[in-house]
């Protein structure tokens, strides 16, 4: 797990506090959206440095994690066992929080409020040092990345095909179609993935995220099938536990296979790569940690595949996974979330612009973002 060097720190710095914010639009639906609702992480130092972090999982689950009394020694939360930590000694932190959720957080939404615990540490250690992240996690190997628009299909294919033109004409290179109506019949799957194509145009690049809908049988022929639409991969197409489909599809597939959103542990991505022989990995700070994020990109490298971020969320998500990238060698595509919601776009005052159809990482000191404490009072859960 990486950290900074003790000469980096303040002397004596200590975390005060340890907040969770759900913020919740007015309506939420069943559309696999991840802006629709959020969880914030605030930390507070007695050194009257804060920083800030968010988790990508069941927002109001994270909250009772973080704020959880003590029960025991390994069973209690996260916010009892930092007060009075020092918040670079970003390894300690991690451990403690280990130690604390035992009986009950160390994977799924355990593992998330910690992750978004570790994004807020870096941004502590960054603003510490008057650096951005990517600076003191080694990098920057690059410092802008290709964006890809990503977005739900439409709910037919004649709205995927107007959703595909219209982003094409924004400059993106490349846009990225996921769930909605896929898996529904071989023949709506197909109809999809070729008006994305005819929406976008010949010069643009097509992803496809299935959302978890086959068997890796049924996954090698939709792969098979869409090779006519040059996909540039096919991401999530089995369960997450599938690790032995993957290796069978991964074998026989004519278009590159993505995945690992699901995962937040260093340990489940090693299985993915290794023994999934998975194409493109693919962690969100949001789940995973800036910390592990890193650790599975360089693994990646070192296994000659490729890592891209998963951020469906706001700006502080956006700049966790910029950071991460820029700290791992061959960084190439970037997940940028279009989702039409003020939770995506207006929770940080940074906008992160897409410029010749590329994003740059941040250079502000810590994430390099700022909080639009406006949104946070119009949307925060009481």
């Known amino acids: 797990m990486t950290s900074i060097t003790p000469a980096d720190s303040p002397s004596g710095m200590k975390i005060t506090g340890v907040a969770a914010l759900v913020l919740r639009l007015p309506d939420v639906t069943d559309r696999c959206d991840g802006t629709q609702d959020t969880c914030l992480i605030k930390i507070d130092t007695d050194a009257g440095i804060t920083g800030w972090g968010e988790v990508d999982s069941a927002p109001t689950v994270v909250k009772a994690i973080v704020e959880a009394p003590l029960s025991h020694q390994i069973c209690t939360g996260l916010a009892i066992v930092l007060e009075g930590a020092d918040p670079l000694a970003i390894d300690l932190c991690m451990t403690r929080m280990n130690e604390a959720v035992n009986y009950y957080g160390r994977t799924a939404v355990g593992a998330h409020a910690m992750a978004s615990v570790n994004l807020a540490l870096w941004d502590i250690a960054g603003k510490a040092c ?92 939709r792969a098979q099938q869409f090779t006519e639409f040059r996909p540039f991969w096919l991401e999530e197409p089995l369960h997450p536990e599938d690790v032995s489909g993957y290796a069978r599809l991964c074998e026989r597939s004519p278009v590159p296979i993505a995945t690992g959103e699901a995962e937040a542990r260093y340990q489940d991505f090693e299985k993915l790569l290794v023994e999934g022989q998975v194409d493109w990995i693919q962690p969100d700070p949001g789940r995973c940690g800036i910390s592990t994020m890193v650790d599975v990109g360089r693994l990646a490298h070192r296994l000659h595949r490729r890592v891209v971020n998963h951020s469906f969320k706001s700006g502080i998500t956006i700049a966790a996974s910029l950071h991460a990238l820029a700290a791992v060698p061959h960084g190439e595509v970037f997940e940028y979330c279009m989702s039409d919601s003020p939770l995506r776009h207006e929770l940080t005052r940074e906008r992160f612009e897409v410029k010749d159809g590329y994003v740059s990482v941040p250079e502000g000191p810590g994430l390099g973002v700022t909080i639009d404490e406006e949104t946070v009072e119009n949307f925060l859960v009481r």
Do not use: N
């Not at 990098?139 to 219209?166: M, N, Q, V, W």
């Open 130 to 221: 008057d650096r951005p992240v990517y600076q003191l996690l080694g990098g920057p190997h690059e410092k802008r990345f290709r964006a890809y628009c990503s977005i739900l299909f439409g709910d037919t294919p004649e709205e995927t095909y107007e959703l595909g033109r219209r982003f094409a004409d924004q400059g993106f290179t490349a846009v990225k179609f996921g769930w909605g109506p896929m898996g529904r019949d071989e023949k709506t799957d197909i109809a999809l993935v070729r008006e994305a194509r005819r929406g976008v145009g010949d010069d643009v690049d097509v992803l496809i995220d299935a959302g978890q809908v086959w068997d890796w049988k049924t996954a090698l022929k």
